[in-house]
């Protein structure tokens, strides 16, 4: 079982940037995919970036703004967001699944989920 935790969300206002930070029980975290996902106040929740190896994959609306990395050392990925944005707002989940090579965009296909961090972006 992996247990993932969330850090790193807060208040912002729109320009600014926050680093969040998903840190793994795992320390083979460096062999599994992950995900970072969010999902605002009535909506499902959706796929943000992601991870695996050395590949990394973006929505279309964080593309530029957003990076995902990883640092093995301390079992831990983050995600470095630049230039937020009022509709970046939402609670993020990171998430991990052993049972890939490739990038998973499907919510449904990780296996261990975080427990949510909540980011505010104001105008």
């Known amino acids: 079982q992996v247990q993932l935790i969330e850090s790193g969300g807060g208040l912002a206002q729109a320009g600014d940037s926050l680093r969040l930070a998903c840190a793994a029980s795992?320390?083979?975290?460096?062999?599994?995919?992950v995900g970072w996902f969010r999902q605002a106040p009535g909506k499902e929740r959706v796929f943000v970036a992601g991870i695996s190896g050395s590949t990394t994959d973006y929505t279309g609306s964080v593309k530029g703004r957003f990076t995902i990395a990883r640092d093995n050392a301390k079992n831990t990925v983050y995600l470095q967001m630049n230039n937020l944005r009022p509709e970046d707002t939402a609670v993020y989940y990171c998430a991990a699944t052993r049972n890939s090579y490739y990038v998973l965009r499907a919510a449904d296909r990780y296996d261990y989920w975080g427990q949510g961090t909540q980011v505010t972006v104001s105008s």
């Open positions: 795992q320390r083979t975290f460096s062999t599994y995919t």
